[in-house]
């Protein structure tokens, strides 16, 4: 079996797994969930790969619900910052030819960009299913507020923490076992010339440089999306 072909079909199985865990759950109120802002959309909900409404850390805290994780799941290999890291990694690999196996051109480009979105789906499964268990929270809050040094403080802060029940932050446990277990893992089905731990480390490193750069633009994306508006 090919394995790229080995590797959506892992990374299928364990999004099925978790959508599986995550589904039987019964529905929260419309209080619970915060995802509804009228009675008309209490009967309307949105759809599970519709992303989260931005919150910010002063609002008053409202533990994920499973069906909050769940959209966070199927909305996250998605959402902008996500699929641009993807076209820029796989831009990036495909021009300096690494690894060689997967070749130049738009093939090798379809194969590393393949590739990265097995490892995002896989590895946000495992973070939303370790989550679940240990009450961590993988939403990113913004601080608008915030002077713009305390605001990068808190992208960086985010990118290693995450909150939990009480709204307190703590070590994102769940996402060090997420970017680590599935880097290492996924030697089981990369070529050969990158299924090494030097290689799996550098991985699980870029992997949170990824994460970074998503809290980044979810920190500082609204403000520029306004005033992009407000020129026009």
């Known amino acids: 079996m090919p394995p790229n072909t080995l590797a959506l079909r892992i990374s299928a199985l364990t999004a099925l797994l978790f959508i599986a865990l995550a589904l039987p759950v019964q529905a929260q109120s419309p209080a619970a969930t915060g995802d509804s802002q009228s009675p008309a959309a209490a009967?309307?909900?949105p759809s599970l790969v519709t992303p989260l409404k931005q919150q910010t850390e002063n609002e008053p805290y409202r533990p994920v619900t499973a069906r909050q994780?769940?959209?966070w799941f199927l909305s996250n290999p998605i959402m902008p910052?996500?699929?641009a890291g993807g076209v820029i990694t796989s831009?990036?690999?495909t021009a300096t030819d690494r690894p060689k196996e997967y070749g130049p051109g738009w093939p090798g480009f379809a194969d590393r960009f393949g590739m990265r979105l097995t490892g995002i789906v896989t590895s946000n499964a495992i973070e939303a299913t370790a989550g679940a268990v240990s009450g961590e929270d993988p939403r990113y809050f913004r601080t608008p507020e915030a002077p713009?040094?305390?605001r990068v403080k808190?992208?960086?802060r985010q990118t290693f923490e995450a909150r939990r029940r009480d709204g307190d932050f703590a070590p994102a446990y769940a996402r060090y076992l997420a970017y680590s277990g599935n880097n290492f893992l996924s030697n089981e089905w990369r070529v050969s010339s990158e299924a090494n731990v030097h290689d799996a480390l550098l991985r699980t490193g870029e992997a949170f440089l990824g994460r970074l750069v998503a809290d980044a633009f979810a920190e500082f994306g609204p403000d520029l999306e306004n005033r992009i508006l407000f020129l026009k």
């Open 43 to 45: 009967t309307a909900k």
């Open 69 to 71: 994780r769940l959209r």
């Open 81 to 83: 910052s996500h699929l």
């Open 91 to 93: 831009a990036l690999g």
């Open 148 to 150: 713009f040094k305390s």
């Open 154 to 156: 808190s992208v960086i």
